[in-house]
């Protein structure tokens, strides 16, 4: 990698300048410039972007390769954005849009921004645990041969210091440590505030302790080296200045230079009189802010000292505002300067009024030269990539052909079948599971394949002649990457792996198993991973209280809700296994399509009977998100709408109650969430003048617009009761509302009024109300 002379710092120091201006500008442009007509507070961070302005100056025009890839705090956007108008790969008009529709994202985003930006961030906290996943990724990738190390990079998240509050960064070091992590660097801008105000004291300790603990590198860059050498001169000042808490500290920095000359007298006295007397007030101030994150020199050589793939945290000691009026103040969160506060820094930075957007305005001719080299060597480490897309032929899957089968174990099958069969798909699989591998039946697929790991791992148990029906060995060409209990690493992980396409150009079909009801757990992460358009196919099982004795924490209710709201993410929910051989299938090509998404298959332990099929006409309908089990009489008064794992109950019902309900139809949704997508974009497309019904509308036009429908699933009723808002039909919701309890399914389904006789009773209600 090209390092830059020794000259170049001042280069340096001259873009970090940069981007405080522009970064301060962009924000204060969208505030105070920018027409707004309806009174909206737009918002941004000066203050948290003025914090690190010097730590992305040294990261990204000096230390990064070409190969590395970067998560920015989310307030930190705004130097994303500025560094990359610096570059020429923003444009003057996406900055002035700040904010505003279509314009650069408070927030980087992946999708959103057309600059390169490797990891969304926004939700604290997630983007800098992905870099971690990522890492592991890049291993996995090299170990069976798609990534060349000419091609590795290190992956690196710039955090703020309260982010590290957030436990998925812990759970996710714990699992690092596991794997062995590798090239990473984590930069905390230590500024000591948060949102509301200054934050505990003395935290850098415990981080220290706790990283290095899970086998991290952890460099502390407390000083600059003016500040440095001046605390070694004093022995006296250092231990004073080191026992200010950080309030203190930051009240110090927001007050200045006589405040700090006051309160040294006061406390020191004598001690400190000719050091006073060296420094006026101006120069006090500027001496003891000369933290390690606005210190170039520091920055410049930490980051070139720590040139090995050790995990490395760096805790970067900075001030909130650093340079701005505000600087130091516990409330600068959201703080935002006045014009007369901006003009004074603009005239400070040497900024002519009326070239506020001029790149390198106030950039003498005589330092362009170095200004220019940098910004040429990192213009062609931060092209855009494309995304890859089409790479893989998705084979047939064929369904599994027992009579009697559960989702859950027709999932282990096809899984299993696949790898017998082989082929390029099967290769790219990539399987992963918070410790519910076995019981969620990928065990059969981690015989044959076998568990990740960069080094081998035997099976003590296997070599010690212990029977078990599971090879538990791992090895660098394994498929399947075991995690620990903590669910959020699992979306980590599939947003990691599910963008390897986009981070690595090579495209993995990632898996992950886990108990339905902990979707929950991880929810944030499974939306970050929506969010930036990772592809997965997630397979949650078991559900429901059709789980039985397991009892109710295990029983999933609100699921399908969630998935009914969740962009990015496709819920299917098959009864049989022809059904679910068709959904994987098609979450392959998903995955593989540019225009695809991810897929969420809730599945269910209850053996059922499968069903006679005429021929393949219902997959179509299946896919689009359900289909005519039994068919009604056209224009019927009542249907049965079930879902899933109650189908039995569903079908029992129909065929005790069709010589009752002539034309009775027995509708199998297997995805609610197709459908109502499917209803609104109709109704959109309506608007603008298509007429095409949507599927849904289709399939409910069978029948009368007076019928009835029951709706049936072992999950919230709401699921599929808002059917009824379709066509206006009258809907009777069966499902499960309350938490779920131990039982057996005869005893359960007659408690949450699953069974038949709650569907007989919903029947006879919708049709008399229709009489
Ligand atoms: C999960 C989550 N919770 C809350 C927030 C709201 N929030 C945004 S920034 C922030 C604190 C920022 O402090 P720090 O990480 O130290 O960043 P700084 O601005 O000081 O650099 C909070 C609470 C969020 N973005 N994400
Ligand atoms: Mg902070």
């Keep these: 990698m090209l390092k830059p002379a020794t000259t170049d ?25 920018r027409d707004s007509d309806d009174g909206l507070k737009v ?107 000419k091609d590795r990079g290190r992956f690196v998240a710039l955090i703020g210091d309260a982010e590290l509050d957030e436990g998925n960064i812990y759970e996710a070091i714990i699992e690092g440590a596991k794997h062995d992590v590798r090239n990473l660097w984590w930069i905390i801008d230590y500024n000591r505030q948060s949102l509301d105000a200054t934050s505990a004291d003395r935290m850098f300790e415990r981080f220290d302790e706790i990283f290095r603990s899970c ?8 000083y600059g080296q003016r500040l440095q050498k001046a605390l070694g001169e004093n022995a006296w000042l250092k231990s004073w200045f080191e026992q200010l808490s950080n309030a203190e500290l930051s009240a110090l920095h927001y007050q200045g230079g006589a405040a700090w000359r006051k309160r040294i007298e006061g406390e020191l006295g004598k001690k400190a009189a000719a050091f006073l007397e060296a420094h006026d007030d101006e120069a006090l101030a500027k001496l003891l802010t000369d933290l390690g994150g606005h210190c170039m020199g520091t920055l410049v050589r930490a980051f070139d000292d720590a040139d090995d793939d050790v995990p490395t945290l760096f805790i970067a000691w900075t001030i909130k505002g650093f340079g701005l009026p505000f600087a130091g103040h516990k409330d600068n969160h959201a703080g935002l300067m006045n014009p007369t506060q901006l003009a004074a820094l603009r005239d400070a930075m040497g900024v002519r009024e009326g070239h506020e957007w001029e ?11 170095g200004v220019d080299a940098l910004l040429d060597r990192t213009r062609v480490a931060r092209e855009k990539r494309a995304r890859a897309f089409g790479s893989v032929a998705i084979t047939p ?40 591998t076995v019981s969620t039946n990928l065990g059969a697929w981690v015989n044959q394949r076998g568990l990740f790991r960069r080094t081998d791992m035997p099976d003590i148990f ?49 898996i992950g198993t886990l108990y339905d009801p902990f979707i929950a757990r991880g929810l944030d992460s499974l939306n970050y991973a929506c969010y930036q358009d990772a592809r997965f196919l997630l397979v949650a099982t078991p559900s429901g209280i059709t789980l039985g004795p397991e009892g109710g924490a295990h029983q999933s209710i609100n699921p399908p809700l969630i998935a009914l709201g969740q962009p990015g993410l496709r819920h299917y929910e098959p009864a049989y296994a022809d ?57 019927s008064e009542a249907a049965i709408v079930a879902m899933g794992a109650v189908m039995p109950e569903a079908l029992a019902a129909w065929e005790e109650l069709r010589g009752d309900v002539p034309g009775l139809g027995l509708l199998a949704v297997t995805s609610p969430d197709l459908l109502h997508r499917g209803w609104t974009a109709a109704q959109a497309a309506r608007w603008q003048g298509q007429r095409k019904p949507s599927h849904v509308e289709q399939l409910l036009s069978r029948l009368s617009r007076t019928a009835g429908l029951v709706t049936l699933a072992d999950a919230a009723p709401a699921s599929l009761s808002w059917l009824g808002g379709v066509l206006g039909q009258r809907v009777a919701p069966l499902g499960v509302e309350k938490f779920g309890q131990t039982g057996n399914l005869a005893d359960l389904y007659a408690a949450y009024r699953l069974d038949g006789a709650a569907i007989t009773k919903a029947v006879a209600e919708v049709l008399l109300q229709n009489g």
Aim: charged share 20%.
């Design 9 to 33: 710092i001042e280069a340096l120091k001259l873009l970090d300048e940069r981007l405080r201006w522009l970064s301060a500008w962009t924000i204060h442009h969208a505030n105070h410039i």
């Design 359 to 369: 790149p390198l305005e106030g950039v003498g001719d005589n330092a362009r030269t």
């Design 43 to 149: 918002g941004g961070h000066q203050a948290s972007c003025a914090s690190m302005t010097a730590i992305m100056a040294a990261l990204y025009f000096h230390a990064l390769g070409e190969n590395d890839r970067v998560a920015v705090k989310p307030h930190g956007g705004p130097i994303l954005h500025a560094i990359h108008y610096l570059l020429g790969s923003q444009s003057r008009e996406a900055l002035e849009n700040f904010r505003g529709f279509g314009g650069a994202q408070s927030y980087p985003s992946r999708t959103k921004d057309k600059i390169p930006v490797d990891f969304s961030t926004g939700s604290v906290g997630l983007g800098v645990a992905i870099t971690l996943f990522a890492s592991l990724v890049q291993d996995y990738l090299t170990a069976h041969g798609w990534l060349e190390d």
């Design 462 to 510: 296997a070599q010690s002649k212990i029977v078990s029906a599971q090879k538990w060995s791992g090895g660098n060409k394994g498929q399947h990457i075991e995690l620990g209990i903590a669910e959020s690493n699992l979306f980590l992980m599939l947003a990691a792996a599910g963008l390897s396409g986009d981070l690595f150009g090579t495209r993995l079909f990632p």
């Design 397 to 436: 899957i064929p369904a599994p052909a027992d009579d009697e089968q559960s989702t859950q174990a027709a999932f282990g099958r096809i899984l299993l079948d696949l790898s017998k069969a082989g082929g390029d798909l099967a290769d790219r699989i990539v399987t992963t599971s918070p410790d519910v």
């Design 215 to 222: 086998g991290w590198r952890v460099v502390e860059l407390r």
């Design 579 to 635: 059904e679910l051989a068709a959904m994987i299938e098609e979450a392959f090509r998903l995955i593989d399509h540019p225009a695809g998404e991810s897929t969420y298959l809730r599945l269910s332990t209850r053996n059922i009977r499968q069903v006679e099929r005429a021929d393949d006409s219902w997959r179509e309908d299946a896919l689009a998100g359900g289909y005519w089990l039994r068919e009604p009489v056209p224009g």
